[in-house]
């Protein structure tokens, strides 16, 4: 960890590349049947389309919720 100002303090945490991707997979399996997509029955849109349709932020986010407290 690194000490920064006002008491705060900056924490690095390694994940392996395939937890993540692995991770990544659980979670575009868990928000996929819930993303309308046009063209594409629910469940079924491309990872890429489903990430964008919810938004790169939002997608990250529930990949570090996951990944954060096993860390």
């Known amino acids: 960890h690194e000490n920064l100002k006002d008491g705060k303090i900056k924490l690095t ?8 991707a692995l991770v990544s997979d659980e979670v575009f399996k ?15 849109a491309p990872k890429d389309i489903v ?3 919810i938004g790169s932020e939002r ?13």
């Open 13 to 20: 945490i390694e994940v392996e590349a395939a937890r993540i």
């Open 30 to 44: 868990k928000l996929a049947p819930t993303v309308k997509v046009a063209g594409f029955r629910p469940g079924k």
């Open 51 to 53: 990430e964008k349709e």
């Open 59 to 71: 997608f990250e986010a529930e990949i570090l919720d996951i990944i954060l407290p096993e860390s």
